[in-house]
């Protein structure tokens, strides 16, 4: 796992560049000292390899055993190519049930503890270069209540999670959150701004709304020595929208693409796109969904994409060399219990960590190795579990029936949507 620091310019653009200080400033790498230009990495290098230059004045290492001036010496080093581990989730969505579970599991002195709720995927999550979550509802303040906070004009119900859930992800292993959806402006400016101070709290990385407009000019972000870029945005919301800056909208793939197109203007290395679409409960993506993203994929150089809003899951694909993940389901959410209306559907208690593994060509640019791990919440505990990996470690009879039959399940409603699971 590792944090983000802001870049302004990425590596791979120099290396791409195929420049050397050598080459630059000859003269000063004919004198070096014989210590500088021990192989390393280095933005200058040109992609896999580097070159060492050295001078020194020993006739044993000239090119002339009669001649003692000194000699430029070029050694070239081949590096491996560099990789980078990713893994997303779907929505997060602290509705009753979850945080019933949250306040059961907490100890003295706590409102909520959601931490054992996701202990048994922490493993998975937190081995990964970079994990994303997505925060689909509004962040309270430390002090505020969470839940239901009216009905949106557009129909369903206004809400926000309690501050504890941030800091919650981060023990996971979670270092960046997309955060544009349709419930992202629930509460308005005020939520949008409880929301990043509660995950800057706890450490993590934002993108999809802004407290400020200079806050929403995306960074680019290191990982593993990768310049990444992400962004996110949503194709619905709830409430009248605010400034263009505060919540991110995809109101066209070509708006979006121009975005994309800055970050690699910037450097950017990979580029990740989160997006927000409105149809719920579907096994597949919306003819317009497709489109869309086939749009975008077409207008600018993506690595990644990965789809939050419609609650189940649905397959993932190669769009060109991009991979499409159309939707992650839900990463813990209060649905698949009986008295959730039209969410009492069990699929919505099933979700996929997008795992995604990054390795460079020797153009520079990275070709993507995407996976999905299935997870899934227990019905009645809201506890996230990943039920292949979790079955196949299973000692004999280690697990109640009860939770193997739920697990089980789980595996079987995916397994008929996506086949390709671990």
Same mark, same amino acid.
């Given at each position: 796992?590792?944090?983000?620091?802001?870049?302004?310019?990425?590596?791979?653009?120099?290396?791409?560049?195929?420049?050397?200080?050598?080459?630059?400033?000859?003269?000063?790498?004919?004198?070096?000292?014989?210590?500088?230009?021990?192989?390393? &990495?280095?933005?200058? @290098?040109?992609?896999?390899?580097?070159?060492?230059?050295?001078?020194?004045?020993?006739?044993?290492?000239? @090119?002339?055993?009669?001649?003692?001036?000194?000699?430029?010496? %070029?050694?070239?080093?081949?590096?491996?190519?560099?990789?980078? @581990?990713?893994?997303?989730?779907?929505?997060?969505?602290?509705?009753?049930?979850?945080?019933?579970?949250?306040?059961?599991?907490?100890? *003295?002195?706590?409102?909520? =503890?959601? %931490?054992?709720?996701?202990?048994?995927?922490?493993?998975?999550?937190?081995?990964?270069?970079?994990?994303?979550?997505?925060?689909?509802?509004?962040?309270? &303040?430390?002090?505020?209540?969470?839940? %239901?906070?009216? &009905?949106?004009?557009?129909?369903?119900?206004?809400?926000?999670?309690?501050?504890?859930?941030?800091?919650?992800?981060?023990?996971?292993?979670?270092?960046?959150?997309? @955060?544009?959806?349709?419930?992202?402006?629930?509460?308005?400016?005020?939520?949008?701004?409880?929301?990043? =101070?509660?995950?800057?709290?706890?450490?993590?990385?934002?993108?999809?709304?802004?407290?400020?407009?200079?806050?929403?000019?995306?960074?680019?972000?290191?990982?593993?020595?990768?310049?990444?870029?992400?962004?996110?945005?949503?194709?619905?919301?709830?409430?009248?929208?605010?400034?263009?800056?505060?919540?991110?909208?995809?109101?066209?793939?070509?708006?979006?693409?121009? #975005?994309?197109?800055?970050?690699?203007?910037?450097?950017?290395?990979?580029?990740?796109?989160?997006?927000?679409?409105?149809?719920?409960?579907?096994?597949?993506?919306?003819?317009?969904?497709?489109?869309?993203?086939?749009?975008?994929?077409?207008?600018?150089?993506?690595?990644?994409?990965?789809?939050?809003?419609?609650? %189940?899951?649905? *397959?993932?694909?190669?769009?060109?060399?991009? *991979?499409?993940?159309?939707?992650?389901?839900?990463?813990?959410?209060?649905?698949?219990?009986?008295?959730?209306?039209?969410? #009492?559907?069990?699929?919505?208690?099933?979700?996929?960590?997008?795992?995604?593994?990054?390795?460079? &060509?020797?153009?520079?640019?990275?070709?993507? =190795? *995407?996976?999905?791990?299935?997870?899934?919440?227990?019905?009645?505990?809201?506890?996230?579990?990943?039920?292949?990996?979790?079955?196949?470690?299973?000692?004999?009879?280690?697990?109640?029936?009860?939770?193997?039959?739920?697990?089980?399940?789980?595996?079987?409603?995916?397994?008929?949507? #996506?086949?390709?699971?671990?």
């Amino acid at each position: 796992m590792s944090h983000a620091l802001e870049l302004h310019y990425g590596v791979g653009v120099l290396r791409r560049l195929g420049v050397t200080a050598c080459a630059m400033v000859i003269a000063a790498c004919a004198s070096a000292p014989a210590d500088v230009g021990a192989p390393s &990495r280095a933005p200058v @290098t040109p992609p896999g390899s580097v070159a060492a230059t050295a001078a020194t004045a020993d006739p044993t290492n000239s @090119t002339s055993s009669t001649s003692s001036t000194s000699t430029t010496v %070029v050694t070239t080093t081949t590096l491996p190519p560099r990789t980078l @581990t990713l893994i997303a989730g779907g929505d997060v969505l602290n509705e009753g049930w979850v945080d019933q579970a949250g306040r059961t599991a907490a100890g *003295p002195g706590q409102r909520f =503890d959601f %931490v054992p709720l996701f202990a048994p995927v922490a493993p998975i999550i937190g081995a990964a270069d970079l994990a994303i979550c997505h925060a689909e509802l509004p962040i309270g &303040r430390p002090d505020q209540s969470s839940g %239901v906070y009216g &009905r949106s004009d557009f129909g369903g119900n206004l809400l926000l999670a309690p501050f504890e859930i941030a800091p919650a992800l981060a023990a996971t292993g979670f270092d960046r959150c997309s @955060t544009a959806s349709n419930h992202a402006y629930d509460l308005g400016a005020a939520g949008i701004e409880s929301t990043l =101070d509660a995950l800057d709290a706890a450490g993590i990385s934002h993108v999809g709304t802004a407290r400020t407009e200079d806050e929403a000019r995306t960074p680019l972000v290191d990982i593993a020595g990768v310049a990444v870029g992400h962004l996110s945005f949503t194709k619905n919301w709830n409430t009248v929208p605010p400034a263009g800056w505060m919540l991110r909208r995809a109101t066209s793939a070509t708006a979006l693409a121009d #975005e994309v197109d800055l970050l690699r203007a910037q450097g950017a290395e990979i580029v990740v796109v989160s997006l927000h679409v409105g149809k719920e409960l579907l096994t597949g993506p919306t003819d317009a969904d497709r489109q869309f993203v086939e749009e975008l994929i077409a207008a600018a150089p993506i690595d990644l994409v990965l789809m939050h809003g419609p609650h %189940v899951v649905q *397959p993932y694909e190669f769009v060109g060399s991009t *991979p499409v993940y159309w939707s992650l389901g839900n990463f813990v959410s209060g649905m698949g219990r009986p008295g959730t209306g039209r969410y #009492e559907d069990l699929r919505t208690l099933d979700g996929l960590l997008a795992s995604v593994r990054f390795t460079e &060509r020797a153009d520079g640019s990275f070709e993507a =190795d *995407p996976q999905a791990v299935l997870i899934c919440n227990e019905q009645q505990s809201r506890v996230v579990r990943a039920p292949i990996r979790e079955l196949a470690a299973e000692a004999a009879g280690q697990l109640p029936q009860r939770l193997r039959d739920e697990l089980e399940a789980c595996i079987d409603r995916t397994r008929s949507v #996506e086949p390709d699971i671990g």
